[in-house]
């Protein structure tokens, strides 16, 4: 791969990676306090017949479902709480992307000449190199996701002040230091297996959508049209792969979350996954994963096809 396409590949990624942030930062706020272990609200329950037959109020603690989040985000915080964090995670998803659309790309071109051509093997291969390739990324933007959680974390009634990425900056340094930054970075790299699936789901997926085109390319039909429905195809393939891949490694997009939560008694991944389990139960490990999949289809579809789209555009 000569050094223009690595660049197309590094442009592509980055544009497709933040054009998904923006589109579903709101989602992504809801997802990550559903995820927190601070979610539970408390709703007030009226109970009659008592010994001195007054009434009691007694409240108990539930659970909120994605709709019940947004709806007391906007009324307590307002619409602008729902791009909390979006600055840090722009910062942070264009070089990451970047660096593994790149990577990806560039090993997947070279594996072509040694296995058979766009195969399991090398789809597979090609995304755990790249993925190895971001750990250097994920290890380089970890105190920019880690602030970016904090900042979606923090709830405040309208009106007040709200933390700025700067003093979350300050406060994390104050009570941690230096590996306070680093919080939920075991959790990122248990992360890598997500995308790996990922790509060899997409890849096949996409595979079989070309030999469709090419067994039909008889039909004269029109090209515009043809190529408008190979993006639309590119779309689904992403949503499809992605829905998959994030069904099976969910769980540790909750861990970390609970990682990078200031003042958590959580502290390593196994201790985390553990306690999970036995103070929450199994159905912990897969808290928000309703809101996660409504972001994460279209964030993906979205990311890829404009990755698919600008490297189109600039190959010509």
Partial sequence: MSQRDTLVHLFAGGCGGTVGAILTCPLEVVKTRLQSSSVT????????????????????????????????????????????????????????????????????????????????????????????????????????????????????????????????????YRSDGIKGFYRGMSASYAGISETVIHFVIYESIKRKLLEYKTASAMDNEDEAAKEASDFVGMMMAAATSKTCATSIAYPHEVVRTRLREEGTKYRSFFQTLSLLVREEGYGSLYRGLTTHLVRQIPNTAIMMSTYEAVVYLLDG
């Fill in 41 to 172: 609200f408390y709703i007030s329950e009226v109970h009659l017949d008592t010994v001195n037959g007054a009434t009691v109020n007694r409240v108990t603690r539930v659970s909120p479902g994605p709709l019940h989040c947004l709806k007391m985000i906007l009324q307590k915080e307002g619409p602008r709480s729902l791009f909390r964090g979006l600055g840090p995670n722009l910062v942070g998803v264009a070089p990451s992307r970047a660096i593994y659309f790149a990577a990806y790309s560039n090993c997947k071109e070279k594996l072509n000449s040694i296995f058979n051509p766009d195969s399991t093997q090398v789809h597979m291969v090609s995304a755990g190199v790249a993925g190895i390739y971001c750990f250097t990324a994920i290890t380089t933007t970890n105190p920019i996701w880690l602030v970016k959680t904090r900042l979606q974390l923090d709830a405040r009634n309208r009106g007040e002040r709200r933390m700025s990425a700067f003093e979350c900056v300050r406060k994390v």
